[in-house]
T-cell receptor, first 113, second 114 residues
Framework: SAVISQKPSRDICQRGTSLTIQCQVD?????MFWYRQQPGQSLTLIAT?????????ESGFVIDKFPISRPNLTFSTLTVSNMSPEDSSIYLC??????????FGPGTRLTVL | KQEVTQIPAALSVPEGENLVLNCSFT??????LQWFRQDPGKGLTSLLL?????REQTSGRLNASLDKSSGRSTLYIAASQPGDSATYLC?????????????FGTGTRLKVLA
């Protein structure tokens, strides 16, 4: 299994600003994933982050809006840039474990005013 | 378009009841399917993973079945308890080349009354 922590757990931000979310895993993993869960909606994959390469973004998500860093095998950051109220969501970090099991962090609840 | 649907959206049952949560998906060519539990402020916890070649998986009071031909999975919870109250999410991994992408359903919000 993998234990994942995220910082911050929640934040309230003003529109036009940026927030960087940190994800730390207690073991080395090849791939890390960033998901968004908008209010009342299901989880949507934002991007897949591999160490040493550029993140792969899903349709509808762009690097300028959601830049991702992956400096090593246990850590990643997701930045939500130039925020608007529509970015208010829960952002979750995830990793692939053994036997295809996915492990999730506790999430970061973001409110944009 | 690959989609995952969960019915019902919400369910309230008295303690001790057996219950079934439903998940349907649009493409029978899946890689695997996972059931998750989501508690407020605690992220997601994987409950059961069913590979494409399997028909069911069991863990304690939970049993998940998979019928690819009909595009359905069910999560059976036996003898429900108030601690089972949470949102249950179904996620399907389709064989999209080069990714480990899961498509999530919108979840079933379960409340078990003491």
């Amino acid at each position: 299994s993998a234990v994942i922590s995220q910082k911050p757990s929640r934040d309230i931000c003003q529109r036009g600003t940026s927030l960087t979310i940190q994800c730390q895993v207690d073991s080395q993993v090849t791939m890390m994933f960033w998901y968004r869960q908008q209010p009342g909606q299901s989880l949507t994959l934002i991007a897949t982050a591999n160490q040493g390469s550029e993140a792969t973004y899903e349709s509808g998500f762009v690097i300028d809006k959601f830049p991702i860093s992956r400096p090593n095998l246990t850590f990643s950051t997701l930045t939500v840039s130039n925020m608007s109220p529509e970015d208010s969501s829960i952002y979750l970090c995830s990793v692939q474990g053994g036997y295809d099991t996915q492990y999730f962090g506790p999430g970061t609840r973001l409110t944009v005013l | 378009k690959q989609e995952v649907t969960q019915i019902p959206a919400a369910l309230s049952v008295p303690e001790g009841e057996n219950l079934v949560l439903n998940c349907s998906f649009t493409d029978s060519a899946i890689y695997n399917l996972q059931w998750f539990r989501q508690d407020p402020g605690k992220g997601l916890t994987s409950l059961l993973l069913i590979q494409s070649s399997q028909r069911e998986q069991t863990s304690g009071r939970l049993n998940a079945s998979l019928d690819k031909s009909s595009g359905r999975s069910t999560l059976y919870i036996a003898a429900s308890q108030p601690g089972d109250s949470a949102t249950y999410l179904c996620a399907v991994r389709f064989p999209t080349s080069g990714t480990y992408k899961y498509i999530f359903g919108t979840g079933t919000r379960l409340k078990v009354l003491a």
